[in-house]
């Protein structure tokens, strides 16, 4: 837990999105369907826009401070809300003051404005209470516990993303494929979001993974998509721990985009017990020659095939052979 010089309030500050207006070009407006933001997942998924020319989307908030312990307690003035968004990917940062619903309320609302051209991937939306303490202005005296992520083209507000599956030929696709044409499926991490390149010259995969099939073969495409899901998490985990940026210092940083997302994910279950930074310094130090790298991928593997839910595709896998052997044979 991290240590403060000076006072703060215990209490939580939450906010919401209420709503989400976009404009486009000749000044076109769009209100965003509630369907396209989740206050549950506290996501804002941009991409279920009817149109996909939108120029800047403004999100209007409100956030809910702890104000009777600000005003009991006393160690607090001149208070402001402030919202932020922050990409870390563009290294772009907005920051809009909320203003209390009554003197000394509890909610503070307002809107801010996001602007497409500044941003590719996922925003964060946070929000901090801003105080004067012992005579020092701009005192972050209490913030959001969990950010609002803003999905620029995401069409489900979900927090957990999806690994995109694509159907190509090894042998007849591109040049760096053909290498592979005797792999069912390989990773590719080149882009913006990794993708699963599924071979269709790998006889009977697609119609297996796509569900076309028997009940046997539904039993296996089961265990085929656990396989294929812990391959995935393996794969993006190692490229996620290879690709870090090191302050001067030697701490490992963790990544903006998906990278990051898929480290905060697996090193809880890596290194159990620790905080995710100090899970990611121990995993780079031990990666990079200091420290056993064998001894974790026991864990890495673990940590994978959780994401994958083999343990459950298992248990489903034994029981519907079970099933199927006793409807055999009556």
């Known amino acids: ?35 396209g933001y989740s206050v549950v997942e506290r996501v804002v998924a941009l991409g279920r826009a009817e149109r996909d020319d939108w120029q800047t989307a403004r999100l209007a908030l409100t956030a809910t401070v702890p104000a009777r312990e600000i005003e009991t307690k006393g160690h607090w003035s001149d208070v402001t809300v402030v919202a932020v968004l922050t990409e870390g990917a563009t290294n772009a940062r907005t920051v809009a003051r909320l203003a209390p619903d009554a003197e000394g309320g509890r909610e503070w609302t307002g809107e801010i404005e996001l602007d497409r051209d500044d941003h590719l991937d996922r925003v964060s939306l946070v929000v901090h209470v801003v105080a004067t303490v012992g005579g020092v202005e701009g005192r972050i005296i209490a913030s959001t516990d969990q950010e609002w992520l803003i999905d620029m083209t995401a069409d489900a507000p979900l927090r957990d993303r999806q690994i995109d599956l694509s159907t190509v030929s090894f042998a007849r696709g591109a040049e760096w494929l053909r290498s592979f044409r005797d792999a069912p499926w390989i990773l590719d991490t080149a882009g913006r979001m990794p993708i699963v390149r599924l071979n269709s010259d790998f006889e009977g995969l697609v119609a297996l993974v796509e569900g076309q099939g028997s009940k046997v073969e539904s039993v296996v495409r089961e265990m085929l998509l ?31 985009d998906w990278r990051g997302a898929v480290l905060r994910e697996m090193l809880p279950d890596i290194v159990p017990g620790r905080s995710v930074e100090d ?52």
């Open 279 to 330: 899970a990611l310094r121990e995993v780079h130090v031990r990666r990079t020659g200091e420290g056993s790298w064998t001894d974790l991928q026991p864990r890495i593997q673990y940590a994978a095939s959780r994401r994958a839910e083999v343990p459950k595709a298992l248990a489903d896998t034994v029981r519907d052979i079970e099933r199927l052997d006793q409807e055999t044979r009556a």
């Open 1 to 35: 837990m991290r240590a403060y010089p000076y006072h703060r309030p215990t209490g939580a500050v939450t906010v919401r999105v209420t709503a989400v207006r976009l404009r486009g070009p000749r000044d076109h407006r769009e209100q965003l369907d509630t369907r």
């Open 226 to 256: 656990a396989q294929m899901g812990t391959d995935v998490w393996t794969a993006v985990f190692h490229t996620a721990i290879g690709d870090l940026e090191i302050e001067d210092d030697g701490t490992p940083l963790l990544p903006p």
